[in-house]
Structure formats: C-alpha cells, structure tokens
C-alpha cells in the first residue's frame, strides 16, 4: 500500500505581480516543505485555489511540484470536480504524469445524494485501478457531507486508500475508524484537529499551518505515536493559536499572507479571493512573532 506519510502540505499557489503561477517559486517552495517536515505535498487542493486555474496551469504545476521533489516526498494532485467526466479526465492525466496519488473532493454545489457520491468516485476508481486515491470530505465547502456508510463501501475499491476527513465531527471519525480496517488512512483536514483525531484512529493531517512549522507538527505527531502523549498536548496547544488565526477568514487567505511576512514572493490570492485585510495581517503578526516565524 503506497504511504503518504503523517505530514501532507495543502501547498498554496504562488502567483506573480500579475496573477500568473509563479512556478519557480511552487518548486523551492515545494523543496522548503519536504526539508522541514512534510513527508507529502498536494497539489492544486483547495488551499491551491484549484478552483481558479486551468486544467492546462495544473498539469503544469504537478509536474513542476514533482521534478522539484522527486524521490524525496509523495506528489498528490488535486484532481477533484463536481464534473465525474473531469475528475476521471484529471485523475488519469495524474496518473500518466507519474504522480503518487490524487486528492478527490467530494462534488460540490451539485449537492449529489450519498448514491451519486458513491457512483462518482466509484467511477473515477475504475478508471485508474492502480493509482492510489485519498477522498476529501469538507462538507462546509461543498454542501454535501460524505458519509461514513458511503466511505466504507468505497473503501472496498483497493486504490481507495485513504480519506482527509474535514467535517469537524469526531464522532464521524471514530465510525469510520471502528469500521474500515487498519490499513484505510484517515487524515484530518484541520489543523487544530489533528491530535484529537489521532487519538481516535486518525493517522496524519493534510495541513495548512505545516508551511509554517511543519516539523513542530511532524514532531507533535511522532511524539503521539511513540506514546508521549504529554508532549504531544504541549506542542498542540503551543501551535494552537496559529492554527487559529491561519482560519479566521477564508483559506488561503491568511496562510499567503504569512508567507509574504516571511518574504515569500507568493503575491496575491486570485479572484474571487482577495488580499488578506489589516485586520487579518494584525491578527497574524503577533501570532508568528510569538512563535518565532518572523524575520528580525
């Protein structure tokens, strides 16, 4: 079974002064991830603004993403629609491009009830037979909420190895867990969540604050594993507040303008999405401060 690792970096888009990828930039920052923490990246996720690019500027990305990092971490795509022919097309690209795997979020807007979510990535599975998929379940995006009932039967796909859980209910993380074998990954898809889900079964966190301080949750994370519980705790409340105020308005809002106060040139969100407000930045500068993550 392909691993994706504990860490997986939602890796956010960088553009230019004039809103092209800027993809010199995704590689070094592709190749900052994997030296500090992340054993995974996705790409073109949600954190990515899939929803404003192209198909053509996402091939594009993946493989940039993957000839920065090649052999050092896993490249996962986001190839998710609420179109099963797109994501079917998407997926299959990634899969020809040699990528490891593929994020596929659960159709949003079209609202499909749990039959029509089961067809949809069923349908894409078949597609790619050995080509590793992780489900993406945020209901707060999408509309829809992919149930455990619906998950346990996609899980009988063998490439249907793993869920990002972002429902914010560990109740639905725990069913899940008590249900489907050992070797399904249940990730979670909050940051602040991450500890809570590991202890009812969860296995990593596909991450937003890990740009930030990847190897702190890396660390956080081993330290559950090894059973230094207490450990763990410490580091999840020290990094509390980050992922916070990393969520107090719409991702990857406040993450890009982190990365610009380190000096990264990932310039501005894309339309609709709009530069992170004073409010925002205020909100930020002292969290980062606190923990160190602001050049003196």
Same mark, same amino acid.
């Given at each position: 079974?392909?691993?994706?690792?504990?860490?997986?970096?939602?890796?956010?888009?960088?553009?230019?002064?004039?809103?092209?990828?800027?993809?010199?930039?995704?590689?070094?920052?592709?190749?900052?991830?994997?030296?500090?923490?992340?054993?995974?990246?996705?790409?073109?996720?949600? %954190?990515?603004?899939?929803?404003?690019?192209?198909?053509?500027?996402?091939?594009?990305?993946?493989?940039?993403?993957?000839?920065?990092?090649?052999?050092?971490?896993?490249?996962?795509?986001?190839?998710?629609?609420?179109?099963?022919?797109?994501?079917?097309?998407?997926?299959?690209?990634?899969?020809?491009?040699?990528?490891?795997?593929?994020?596929?979020?659960?159709?949003?807007?079209?609202?499909?009830?749990?039959?029509?979510?089961?067809?949809?990535?069923?349908?894409?599975?078949?597609?790619?037979?050995?080509?590793?998929?992780?489900?993406?379940?945020?209901?707060?995006? %999408?509309?829809?909420?992919?149930?455990?009932?619906?998950?346990?039967?996609?899980?009988?796909?063998?490439?249907?190895?793993?869920?990002?859980?972002?429902?914010?209910?560990?109740?639905?993380?725990?069913?899940?867990?008590?249900?489907?074998?050992?070797?399904?990954?249940?990730?979670?898809?909050?940051?602040?969540? %991450?500890?809570?889900?590991?202890?009812?079964?969860?296995?990593?966190?596909?991450?937003?604050?890990?740009?930030?301080?990847?190897?702190?949750?890396?660390?956080?994370?081993?330290?559950?594993?090894?059973?230094?519980?207490?450990?763990?705790?410490?580091?999840?409340?020290?990094?509390?507040?980050?992922?916070?105020?990393?969520?107090?308005?719409?991702?990857?809002?406040?993450?890009?303008?982190?990365?610009?106060?380190?000096?990264?040139?990932?310039?501005?969100?894309?339309?609709?999405? %709009?530069?992170?407000?004073?409010?925002?930045?205020?909100?930020?500068?002292?969290?980062?401060?606190?923990?160190?993550?602001?050049?003196?």
């Amino acid at each position: 079974m392909t691993d994706f690792g504990r860490v997986i970096t939602a890796m956010i888009t960088p553009f230019t002064a004039d809103g092209a990828i800027a993809y010199e930039v995704a590689a070094d920052l592709a190749q900052y991830l994997v030296a500090n923490g992340s054993d995974g990246i996705v790409v073109c996720g949600t %954190t990515g603004e899939s929803p404003t690019l192209t198909w053509e500027e996402e091939f594009q990305l993946f493989q940039t993403v993957q000839q920065a990092v090649a052999g050092k971490a896993k490249v996962i795509a986001g190839t998710g629609s609420n179109s099963t022919r797109e994501a079917i097309h998407a997926t299959a690209k990634a899969a020809e491009l040699g990528l490891d795997g593929a994020l596929l979020v659960v159709p949003y807007y079209n609202k499909p009830p749990q039959e029509g979510l089961y067809a949809h990535f069923q349908a894409i599975a078949k597609a790619v037979p050995d080509f590793p998929l992780m489900l993406y379940n945020i209901p707060g995006r %999408t509309g829809q909420n992919l149930l455990p009932e619906t998950v346990i039967r996609l899980a009988e796909y063998p490439n249907i190895i793993a869920i990002k859980e972002a429902s914010g209910s560990l109740d639905q993380a725990s069913d899940l867990r008590a249900a489907l074998p050992p070797t399904f990954r249940i990730y979670s898809g909050d940051d602040s969540l %991450t500890l809570p889900l590991l202890a009812v079964g969860g296995y990593g966190v596909v991450s937003v604050a890990s740009h930030l301080v990847g190897s702190r949750i890396q660390e956080m994370i081993q330290a559950f594993v090894q059973g230094e519980t207490a450990t763990a705790t410490a580091i999840h409340c020290q990094l509390l507040p980050l992922f916070k105020v990393l969520f107090v308005t719409t991702n990857p809002i406040p993450i890009k303008a982190a990365l610009r106060l380190q000096g990264w040139a990932v310039g501005e969100p894309r339309l609709p999405l %709009t530069s992170a407000s004073d409010a925002v930045i205020s909100q930020l500068k002292p969290v980062l401060d606190h923990l160190g993550l602001l050049k003196s």
